[in-house]
Nanobody, 115 residues
C-alpha cells in the first residue's frame, strides 16, 4: 500500500518559520520527483516547489528567496523550509510524489500565518 505521510505545519506569526516534511513509503517505487503544492480557500491548487531525484529544484516566484526545498533520497523524504512567512502563504500544503507509474498525494497540512 502506498503511503505519503506529511508532518509539520501549524500556526505562526508573520515573519516566522515552519518546516514541512513528506515521506513516501509502501508501494511507491521509481520516484522521479517530489514536490509541494498549496491551496487556499477559493483558490486553485498551485505549485510551491519541486525537487528531482538528481537534486534539481524549482520554486514558485512567490516563495523564491524565502522557501527552500530539499530531499533525502535514501529516505524518500522531501522537506520544505519556509522562512519569512507572510499571511498570503496561508493554505493547505500538499505533498506530491511522482513516479514512473503514477502520482501520489499526501493528506495535506494546514499552514496559517497571522498578521
Amino acid at each position: 500500500q502506498a503511503q505519503v505521510q506529511q508532518s509539520g505545519g501549524g500556526l505562526v506569526q508573520a515573519g516566522g518559520s515552519l518546516r514541512l516534511s513528506c515521506a513516501a513509503s509502501g508501494s511507491i517505487f521509481s520516484i522521479t520527483d517530489m514536490g509541494w503544492y498549496r491551496q487556499a480557500p477559493g483558490n486553485e491548487r498551485q505549485l510551491v516547489a519541486t525537487i528531482t531525484r538528481g537534486g534539481s529544484t524549482n520554486l514558485a516566484d512567490s516563495v523564491r528567496g524565502r522557501f527552500t526545498i530539499s530531499g533525502d533520497n535514501a529516505k524518500n523524504t522531501v522537506y520544505l523550509q519556509m522562512n519569512s512567512l507572510k499571511p498570503e502563504d496561508t493554505a493547505v500544503y500538499l505533498c506530491k510524489v511522482n513516479t514512473w507509474s503514477g502520482s501520489f498525494w499526501g493528506q495535506g497540512t494546514q499552514v496559517t500565518v497571522s498578521s
